[in-house]
RNA sequence: GGAGGGAUGCCAGAGCGGACGAAUGGAACGGUCUUGAAAACCGUCGUGGGCUUGCUCACCGUGGGUUCGAAUCCCACUCCCUCCGCCA
């Protein structure tokens, strides 16, 4: 949620900067609106209150002191002024819900630094990096093994079974076999082992309440791009920054405990509904994937360290998994709800001959915080909200496609990085079956 | 799934219709004393909202209800504990 103390003091700085990601004017103007329209019922309300408890503080003054008859005319007044009170009350409710509806929906202001744009043609790339880029060398030149698609790949190598995922769960749920599926599992333990010397590796429940999902500001706005479990109130995860987010939900944190860092491996679950054809074949889409999150709460001033250690973390896997990548600034109109600032990473993956986003490091300020209500204590005593940040590192579906394609070999093999050897059981070389 | 017990401040824990935002103890912080420390003693010690910055309102698991008045009574729900059942 955005600040409405902010609101209140500039509303022309937050209706230009909702402006810059397309928000109507219209909508900033009635949140200003219905907040004085509710601060007004409020004090109203308020006022009755107080005086129907001071006059019921008088009223067991007149009991003790056995004074029925006052007691008895206090009481009715009071009375009557409790059912203005809860006319005020009910109208002041009312207004509440309306600010609040509003207020949920608005997204995060962009930050400053966020280039203008309404779409994703106008993101900023800021830079490629590619093996060999160090030395001199220029783009990679992928040969004719490498420009097969993943799901050719898979099949081939008995590794990838779409038919069968679709079989058991519909059309793009990936089913990983054989040397397929350790691979997922090998790229997971590999990512949380490099992250593991400064956060904490925590495995968190796949499913959230409908309170988890609002703080991280996935409720309400994605409500179709969420899985339901309806009769127990649940909602599957669509990334782990939805239980990361929440691991401090209402609580205060000692600023000297900052920054909290923490990792998590979990399925991720997406609707996508809409989605279908050519961008959803294969991996390149999908409605269950493995995903390593890295989460942080910080203090403002640290915000912009964590940001970019996050980007950096995500950055190095890539780079010592050898595939090629390009930085993505986001543009503000196509930044996601809670984000300020956010940066994607695309790996180019030959076999379809796309950059496919294995990660979106983001920077969220107080918009998330505010609504899990999630704040620090400062030296001096005082409380504040803390920043959080986060990013994937990485999305393994859309790498796992991107290794396959990128390390075919002429003869139809797979020749995975030697860093990953270790979680392989020391077989980087996968061949079609006998 | 069944039976019973519970949920109060940072922690423990009292309060079970009337000045209760809440006793008491511990922790923490500041001070006195001390060469220093400990002990002792004194003080501070929840969060948020509103507005006329001094007042006011809300919060005792959550949501309703009863009442002039609710931490306290009633209803529903959630979570935790004990026992039984089932089970990876």
């Known amino acids: 949620?955005?600040?409405?103390?902010?609101?209140?003091?500039?509303?022309?700085?937050?209706?230009?900067?909702?402006?810059?990601?397309?928000?109507?004017?219209?909508?900033?103007?009635?949140?200003?609106?219905?907040?004085?329209?509710?601060?007004?019922?409020?004090?109203?309300?308020?006022?009755?209150?107080?005086?129907?408890?001071?006059?019921?503080?008088?009223?067991?003054?007149?009991?003790?002191?056995?004074?029925?008859?006052?007691?008895?005319?206090?009481?009715?007044?009071s009375r009557e002024l409790g059912e203005e009170e809860a006319r005020a009350g009910a109208d002041a409710d009312a207004v509440a819900d309306r600010l609040r509806e509003i207020w949920l929906s608005l997204p995060n202001l962009p930050s400053p630094d966020a280039p203008?744009?309404?779409?994703?043609?106008?993101?900023?790339?800021?830079r490629r990096w590619w093996r060999g880029l160090e030395d001199g060398a220029g783009f990679p030149e992928f040969g004719p093994h490498q420009r097969v698609p993943h799901w050719d790949v898979g099949r081939e190598l008995g590794i990838l079974d779409l038919e069968a995922g679709a079989k058991l769960a519909g059309s793009m749920f990936p089913l990983f076999r054989g040397a397929g599926s350790r691979l997922i599992r090998a790229l997971g333990a590999f990512a949380l082992d490099r992250h593991a010397d400064a956060y904490e590796e925590i495995r968190p429940p796949t499913f959230a309440l409908t309170e988890t999902m609002q703080s991280t500001g996935h409720l309400p706005k994605s409500v179709d791009d969420m899985y339901a479990i309806e009769r127990d109130g649940l909602w599957a995860i669509p990334t782990a920054e939805v239980p990361l987010t929440s691991?401090?939900?209402?609580?205060?944190?000692?600023?000297?405990r900052l920054p909290v860092r923490m990792t998590a491996l979990t399925p991720c679950f997406r609707r996508e509904a809409g989605a279908a054809g050519r961008d959803t074949r294969g991996?390149?889409?999908?409605?269950?994937?493995?995903?390593?999150?890295?989460?942080?709460?910080?203090?403002?001033?640290?915000?912009?360290?964590?940001?970019?250690?996050?980007?950096?973390?995500?950055?190095?896997?890539?780079?010592?998994?050898?595939?090629?990548?390009?930085?993505?600034?986001?543009?503000?109109?196509?930044?996601?709800?809670?984000?300020?600032?956010?940066?994607?990473?695309?790996?180019?993956?030959?076999g379809v001959d796309r950059w496919l986003e294995v990660s979106s490091v983001s920077w969220f300020r107080d918009y998330q915080s505010r609504r899990a209500n999630v704040r620090y204590r400062r030296a001096d005593g005082t409380t504040a909200l803390v920043h959080t940040v986060n990013g994937s590192a990485l999305a393994w579906a859309r790498i796992w496609a991107a290794l396959v394609e990128t390390y075919r070999q002429p003869d139809g093999s797979v020749e995975l990085p030697a860093v990953l050897a270790p979680y392989l059981g020391g077989r980087t070389t996968i061949t079609r079956p006998a």
């Open 116 to 126: 203008d744009g309404v779409d994703e043609h106008d993101n900023v790339e800021v």
């Open 1 to 77: 949620m955005i600040d409405l103390v902010q609101l209140r003091k500039e509303p022309d700085v937050v209706r230009a900067a909702l402006g810059r990601r397309g928000v109507s004017p219209a909508l900033v103007d009635e949140l200003v609106t219905i907040d004085v329209e509710h601060r007004r019922l409020l004090q109203e309300a308020e006022r009755l209150r107080a005086e129907i408890k001071s006059l019921s503080r008088q009223v067991g003054d007149a009991r003790r002191a056995h004074d029925t008859q006052r007691a008895e005319e206090l009481s009715a007044v």
């Open 247 to 256: 691991m401090h939900r209402g609580e205060i944190l000692e600023e000297s």
């Open 283 to 350: 991996l390149l889409r999908v409605h269950e994937f493995d995903k390593v999150e890295l989460f942080a709460y910080c203090t403002p001033d640290q915000a912009p360290a964590a940001h970019a250690d996050i980007l950096e973390r995500a950055e190095g896997l890539l780079r010592e998994l050898g595939l090629t990548y390009r930085l993505l600034d986001l543009c503000a109109g196509d930044l996601g709800t809670s984000s300020a600032r956010t940066i994607d990473l695309e790996v180019y993956s030959p």
